[in-house]
């Protein structure tokens, strides 16, 4: 047990954008330099390029500079605020990753974001190292709007999710029952900008403008990586492209909109 709860700070500690002293901003400060980096940061790393080439720079994890700017550089447990020089206009295509090697090259001074990678990633590590342990017939990793769900309850069935209402937050909009499988949210109703009216933490990279087309996006998939990734992408693609993108992979969703119309994806979701 003690192992699953190492695993979320070893992996803040390589994939935080709101430590000085983390891999990622270390790394994020070698512009133009091959940077061997561990696992814990290439692989959520590795994920987000490659759903942003998927939504074609729509998904973009160099937009670390631009949630700096609206204010979304403090730390959550310290207070602290970190405040970081990067070039002007940046994406995806200036971070080279080498599978062999396993070194990380900018192009450009840019401060990457993995907040739609990095936490799924710390949720999968933790399943794995709690199916190591003898009895653990069933449990559930809940980290705040990414849950993995291993086995069965204690009566033998599925586990049954609720999906937070995204006005009223104290109550659920659906459920879900699942098992082996992860379900992720991304909304705009939690973290708003302190600086910038209308802005919350899903940003457009190339209009650096939070969409609305929904209010909350949540998917399931086989893991809780794969799942808050499709569910960011999802919200900063909007109505159509965001459906369709659901749909295309063959994943179960639920999209609600501002106005709380509740879009079904497949038959996952109650």
């Known amino acids: 047990m003690d192992r699953a709860f190492e695993v979320f700070r070893s992996v803040e500690q390589a994939c935080s954008r709101f430590s000085a002293d983390s891999e990622l901003m270390k790394a994020c400060l070698q512009s133009e330099i091959a940077v061997r980096i561990s696992p814990l940061l290439y692989e959520p790393l590795h994920a987000a390029l490659e759903m942003a080439r998927m939504t074609e720079g729509r998904f973009d994890p160099t937009i670390g500079s631009i949630m700096e700017a609206h204010g979304f550089n403090r730390h959550y447990l310290t207070g602290g605020v970190i405040?970081?020089?990067?070039?002007?206009?940046?994406?995806?295509?200036?971070?080279?990753?080498?599978?062999?090697?396993?070194?990380?090259?900018?192009?450009?001074?840019?401060?990457?974001?993995?907040?739609?990678?990095a936490?799924?990633?710390?949720?999968?590590?933790?399943?794995?190292?709690l199916k190591?342990?003898?009895?653990?017939?069933?449990?559930?990793?809940?980290?705040?709007?990414?849950?993995?769900?291993?086995?069965?309850?204690?009566l033998e069935l599925p586990w049954k999710v609720g999906i937070r209402h995204p006005i009223h937050l104290d109550h659920f909009i659906a459920t879900t029952d699942i098992s082996q499988a992860a379900v992720c949210t991304s909304g705009s109703y939690e973290r708003k900008s302190?600086?910038?009216?209308?802005?919350?933490?899903?940003?457009?990279?190339?209009?650096?403008?939070?969409?609305?087309?929904?209010?909350?996006?949540?998917?399931?998939?086989?893991?809780?990586?794969?799942?808050?990734?499709?569910?960011?992408?999802?919200?900063?693609?909007?109505?159509?492209?965001?459906?369709?993108?659901?749909?295309?992979?063959?994943?179960?969703?639920?999209?609600?909109?501002?106005?709380?119309?509740?879009?079904?994806?497949g038959g996952g979701i109650q």
């Not at 600086?195 to 087309?213: A, E, M, Y």
Request: aromatic share 6%.
């Open 132 to 154: 190591k342990l003898d009895g653990a017939a069933g449990y559930v990793i809940n980290a705040g709007g990414d849950l993995y769900a291993e086995g069965v309850n204690e």
């Open 194 to 265: 302190p600086r910038t009216d209308g802005i919350h933490h899903l940003i457009v990279p190339s209009s650096k403008q939070s969409p609305n087309d929904w209010i909350s996006c949540s998917v399931i998939a086989p893991y809780a990586m794969m799942a808050d990734l499709y569910s960011t992408a999802a919200f900063v693609l909007g109505a159509e492209e965001g459906r369709r993108f659901i749909e295309d992979a063959e994943l179960d969703g639920l999209l609600v909109t501002p106005g709380l119309q509740v879009v079904r994806i």
């Open 83 to 117: 405040e970081s020089r990067a070039a002007e206009h940046v994406s995806y295509q200036d971070v080279i990753l080498d599978e062999q090697d396993r070194t990380l090259r900018l192009l450009k001074p840019i401060i990457l974001d993995l907040g739609a990678s």
């Open 119 to 129: 936490k799924g990633f710390a949720v999968d590590l933790a399943s794995h190292e």
